[in-house]
């Protein structure tokens, strides 16, 4: 009688394999070139402006009272404040266009936003604060 050969039965697990994807790069475009008129400097900083010293410069340049004009103040320093959280660009003529780089969550609900200021072009903008000689020609 022959017998029977016992074989201890393995279990061969395969390994699934997946392909890479393939990647198909994109149509170089010709970027823009920036053109760089003079190359960016370090700007000594100079003093800090706190509220206060805000507030009293801004009432120097209108014939509102500062009770009269503290509130408006603040509604209108926290629109920005708001939107740049929000991660919204803002575009404030005489000021520029403002837009956040990079944000940093710091903890208990504030923030380290790095911005990017462009500011307008000579002239522009400049309805608010007339020059002496427009101020006359009224």
Not at 2 to 19: G, N
Not at 38 to 61: C, H, T, W, Y
Not at 119 to 136: H, L, N, R, V
């Amino acid at each position: 009688m022959a017998r029977k050969a016992t074989s201890t039965a393995k279990t061969v697990k395969l390994k699934t394999v997946v392909p890479d994807p393939v990647v198909t790069p994109l149509a170089k475009t010709a970027a823009p070139q920036t053109k760089i008129v003079n190359p960016a400097v370090s700007v000594p900083q100079g003093e800090m402006i706190k509220k206060p010293e805000f507030l009293d410069r801004a009432v120097e340049r209108t014939e509102v009272k500062k009770c009269e004009a503290k509130p408006a103040i603040e509604a209108a320093l926290a629109v920005p404040a708001v939107s740049l959280i929000n991660g919204e660009e803002l575009n404030l003529p005489p000021m520029g266009k403002l837009r956040v780089v990079k944000s940093k969550d710091v903890g208990e609900g504030a923030k380290v936003l790095t911005l990017k200021l462009r500011t307008m072009k000579d002239g522009a903008g400049q309805g608010a604060d007339p020059s002496p000689d427009e101020a006359d020609a009224d």
